[in-house]
C-alpha cells in the first residue's frame, strides 16, 4: 500500500476530502494479512466528465448541471486506442452523465468495433433532456449494457436522494428501454443501482433486487436483468451530507466494523482501470474524485498505457476504501463476496 | 441531565463484566435470533423493531431502525409494523376493561 497523508485536497467548506476514520485502512489490510495489488486490467472505466443534468445528494463526482469538466475528442481518441490495441474486454463508461458529452455516441460506435463489451451508466433522466430521446434506440443498436441508478423503488426515497421529480421520470425511461428490448432480449441487459438513501448499509443484494422485481413488475409492468447494491462512499457531496447530518463518525465507525476481509480479492480496482477526463489514470473513480492517483512509479495517462506495467501495481488506499470492504462488499458491479 | 446516552449502546458488552458466561449465552441466542431462519432477516428486523418501540427501548428502537433500513424496509413498511405493535398494546389494554365491567356488574343491580 501506499501512505497518502501527504494530500490534503479539501472540501468547499475548507474541511479535508477524506472521512475520518477511526483506524487507517492500511492498518486493516495489514491486521488481516492482506495486501492489495492489481489483476489484469479487465475493464476500462472511463469518466468522460462531471456535467449531469442532475445534482444527487450522494454523488461521490460531485456531478452536476453547472460544471464544464467534459473529455475532448482527443482523448477519446487516446482511451479507443488502448482498446484496440491491447483488446480490454470491458469499456465502463460513466461521469456525470457521460451521454452530455458531445462524443459520447461516436465514443461508444467506435468502442463497438473493437469488439469491447460497452457498459454506461445511465441516469435515466437525460433521456428527457433535448436532443437524448432517441437514447434507448441507440443503446439498442450498440447492445449497450445499460447500468441505471434507482435508489428504492418508490418515489419518496428516490426523489429525496435525486431531486423532485426524478423517480417519475426514471419510472418512464424504464419502460421506453423495456420497449425496446431491454431486460427482455437476451443482447439487451438492462442493470439497475441501488444505494443506500441515508447513512445506512445496503441490504443483502439477492434479497432486495428481490423486492424491486416484483415491485417494479406489479407497480410499472417493468422488468429488469439484475440489481447491484452499492455502498454509498464517503467522500465527496456524500461526506458534506455526512458531516451536515452529523453522521460522519458514525458512518465509518459502520464501515470499519463491518470490513470483511473476504471482500478483498473481489474488489474492482484490482482488475479496473480509471481514467478522467483529462486522460489521468487511477486505480478507482473513487480515487479519481481524490485526486488520488495511480502509484508514481507508473506512467500517469491513458497515452501512455500499456498492460503489463499495470499488472500487480499496487492500489492506493485511504480511509474512503472501507466502503467497498463493508459487509458483503461493494462495487460497480454490486456485492464482491457472498 | 438523562438517563440515556446514545453511546452506551456500543457500551453493551460492558454487562459481561460481572458474569460474563450468562452475557455469552444471551449474545449467543440474541444473535442467533436473528439470522435467516423460516422468517428472513427483513422480517425479523421488522419484528425487532416493533418490539423495541413496545417495550419503548431507545437503543432497540435505534437498532432496529437501522437494521429495517439496511434489511431492504422503509418507512411506510416499518410505520406499519410500529402501529401493528402498539395497537396490540393498545388493545391488551383495552380488554382489561373487560375486568372493569365484570366488577361493575357484579356491584350493580
Redesign the interface.
Known amino acids: 500500500m501506499t501512505a497518502i497523508a501527504q494530500i490534503q485536497i479539501t472540501r468547499r467548506d475548507g474541511k479535508t476530502a477524506f472521512p475520518s476514520s477511526p483506524v487507517s485502512f492500511e492498518e486493516k489490510l495489514t491486521e488481516n494479512n492482506l495486501d492489495l495489488c492489481s489483476t489484469d486490467v479487465e475493464i476500462l472505466q472511463v469518466n468522460v466528465g462531471k456535467l449531469c443534468n442532475q445534482a444527487c445528494k450522494h454523488c461521490h463526482v460531485d456531478a452536476s448541471p453547472t460544471r464544464t469538466e467534459i473529455m475532448r475528442r482527443e482523448t477519446v481518441e487516446a482511451c479507443l486506442e488502448v482498446l484496440r490495441k491491447f483488446q480490454i474486454p470491458t469499456l465502463d463508461i460513466t461521469g456525470g452523465a457521460p451521454e452530455l458529452i458531445p462524443d459520447f455516441r461516436y465514443f461508444v460506435t467506435e468502442a463497438r468495433k473493437t469488439g469491447a463489451k460497452i457498459m454506461v451508466r445511465h441516469n435515466l433522466t437525460v433521456m428527457f433532456e433535448e436532443g437524448f430521446k432517441d437514447l434507448p434506440e441507440f443503446f439498442a443498436e450498440n447492445e449497450v449494457e445499460v447500468v441505471c441508478s434507482l435508489p ?1 423503488f ?1 418515489e ?2 428516490t426523489d429525496a436522494q435525486r431531486g423532485t421529480g426524478v423517480f417519475e421520470k426514471s419510472v418512464e425511461a424504464l419502460k421506453k428501454l423495456n420497449a425496446v428490448g431491454y431486460g427482455i432480449d437476451e443482447s439487451l441487459v438492462l442493470n439497475l443501482v441501488y444505494n ?1 438513501v ?1 447513512a ?5 443484494q439477492t ?2 433486487e428481490a ?1 424491486f422485481r416484483r415491485e417494479l413488475k406489479n407497480r410499472y409492468d417493468i422488468v429488469f436483468n439484475n440489481l447491484y447494491t452499492i455502498t454509498n462512499m464517503p467522500i465527496a457531496r456524500y461526506l458534506d451530507w455526512l458531516r451536515r447530518s452529523k453522521n460522519e463518525e458514525s458512518y465509518m465507525q459502520k464501515l470499519v466494523n463491518a470490513f470483511n476481509p473476504a471482500t478483498v480479492s473481489g474488489l474492482m480496482c484490482r482488475n479496473t482501470l480509471s481514467v478522467d477526463w483529462t486522460g489521468r489514470l487511477f486505480d478507482c473513480d473513487f480515487n479519481q474524485m481524490l485526486e488520488l492517483g495511480i502509484t508514481e512509479e507508473l506512467p500517469q495517462t491513458i497515452r501512455d498505457f500499456s498492460p503489463e506495467k499495470f499488472v500487480n501495481r499496487q492500489i492506493k488506499t485511504a480511509a474512503h476504501c472501507f466502503g467497498c470492504t463493508a459487509g458483503s462488499g461493494s462495487s460497480c458491479g454490486g456485492t464482491v463476496a457472498v | 441531565m438523562h438517563y440515556y446516552n446514545e453511546e452506551d449502546l456500543d457500551r453493551f458488552g460492558d454487562i459481561a463484566k460481572y458474569k460474563p458466561e450468562l452475557f455469552e449465552k444471551f449474545l449467543a441466542w440474541y444473535q442467533a435470533c436473528q439470522e435467516e431462519g423460516a422468517l428472513s432477516k427483513r422480517e425479523k428486523a421488522l419484528i425487532g423493531l416493533a418490539v423495541a418501540v413496545t417495550v419503548q427501548c431507545p437503543y432497540c428502537i435505534e437498532a432496529f431502525t437501522n437494521s429495517s433500513l439496511e434489511n431492504g424496509s422503509n418507512m411506510e413498511q416499518m410505520t406499519e409494523a410500529m402501529h401493528l405493535a402498539s395497537a396490540i398494546r393498545g388493545g391488551a389494554s383495552l380488554i382489561h376493561g373487560i375486568q372493569s365491567h365484570n366488577a361493575h356488574d357484579k356491584v350493580s343491580m
Open positions: 428504492y418508490l419518496t426515497q443506500p441515508g445506512f448499509l445496503p441490504p443483502e434479497a432486495i423486492d
